[in-house]
């Protein structure tokens, strides 16, 4: 089955510094990567996703990238606040059939300190 | 719309308890997720179900039950609880078809403690 490995397991930054995650998988048949935010006490939200068929992906001030033939794929927070501070979990699945099962890492916990 | 909820958000078992956790949604969605979140470990599937009456084991399914016999409603089971079942569970749901992306959904969790 498909494995997922996340790191690093903690990141502290000065708020308006870029934060980067990476997480790399095992199957190559995940076409479909989400990046979920969780909020302490909170429920899992999704922030960003990316398709295999997409190399980049950018909304505001996040970004993801990946790269199928290293099977690895990253998420770029730029300008960071104080709300950006949470738990970030990276996932691999594939959306064709086979219930869409997705594999989490174990999750990067960002701390942004003023 | 309320989303995805669950019922109970907190609850604490005795070993060898069994109790049912409640999982709705009001979007329609074809699929439905119980995971399990521990310290460190992210969240792991339990169980799955890919429309009514259907359902399929996860990554870690043992000592847990499913059954979605609405649609709209996914039912975990503990027959016998066990320290280790100590954790929190979430419930998400996603819909299908040509069009929809792989988001999944998740209700705002049980904490349970198995003692």
């Known amino acids: 089955g498909e494995n997922v490995e996340q790191h690093p397991s903690t990141l502290s930054v000065q708020e308006g510094d870029s934060a980067v995650i990476k997480c790399t998988y095992s199957d190559s048949a995940s076409n479909y990567f989400p990046w979920y935010k969780q909020e302490l006490g909170k429920r899992p939200q999704l922030i960003i996703d990316i398709r295999s068929n997409v190399g980049e992906k950018k909304d505001q001030r996040i970004a993801v990238t990946l790269n199928k033939t290293a099977k690895h794929f990253s998420l770029h927070i730029t300008e960071t606040q104080p709300e950006d501070s949470a738990v970030y979990f990276c996932a691999a699945s594939v959306v064709t059939g086979g219930g869409n099962k997705l594999t989490f890492g174990t999750g990067t916990q960002l701390k942004v300190e003023l | 719309n309320a989303g995805v909820t669950q019922t109970p958000k907190f609850r604490v078992l005795k070993t060898g308890q069994s109790m049912t956790l409640l999982c709705a949604q009001d979007m329609n969605h074809e699929y439905m997720y119980w995971y399990r979140q521990d310290p460190g470990m992210g969240l792991r599937l339990i169980h799955y179900s890919v429309g009514e009456g259907t359902t399929a084991k996860g990554e870690v399914p043992d000592g847990y039950n499913v059954s979605r016999l609405k649609k709209q409603n996914f039912l975990l089971g503990l027959e016998s609880a066990a320290p280790s079942q100590t954790s929190v569970y979430f419930c998400?749901?996603?819909?299908?078809?040509?069009?929809?992306?792989?988001?999944?959904?998740f209700g705002p969790g049980t904490r349970l403690t198995v003692l």
């Open positions: 998400a749901s996603r819909q299908t078809g040509t069009g929809y992306k792989g988001e999944q959904f």
